[in-house]
């Protein structure tokens, strides 16, 4: 019987590790899809993964865009707006889960030319009926004098 109490309540210990793991990878892989499609200006996976309340404020709150504003975007694009964005490549992103908040935060090297610059994101997910949906995006350009050892 003592056993049997043991394995229930290691039971109880690891199965929340690993949801809480397989979440976190699950949200690295959603935020690396928000990162490709903007790149590649996918109207149907922003339309999806932005929450009807979604906001983005980017380097020094010099603009601040909101869900039809991003979805907006990526159609004018696609209707054939220039988009000097090159590449996008994330990288050290960390994971906090809350229950059904989850903030995924690390760097972005976005590359417009002539050199990329590397941001630094926050950016809040909310899951809604089983499903994350993004709800907040904080982004900081990085000086690169103060990019040494990031």
Known sequence: MKKLA????????????????QDHK???????????????????FLSNLLAVDFVWV???ASLIDGREAVVAKA??????QPNDTRGRVSRDQKV??????????????????PSPVTYHFMRTYVKEKGQYKLLANHTMAIPDEELKGK
């Open 6 to 21: 043991t394995i229930i309540f290691l039971c109880f210990l690891i199965f929340p590790s690993v949801a809480q793991t």
């Open 26 to 44: 699950k949200l690295i892989d959603l935020d690396l899809g928000w990162e490709k499609a903007l790149l590649e200006s996918d109207v149907d």
């Open 58 to 60: 980017h380097n020094h």
């Open 75 to 80: 159609k004018r694009i696609q209707a054939g």
């Open 96 to 113: 906090v889960v809350l229950g059904n908040t989850a903030v995924v935060s690390g760097y972005t090297v976005v590359d417009r030319g």
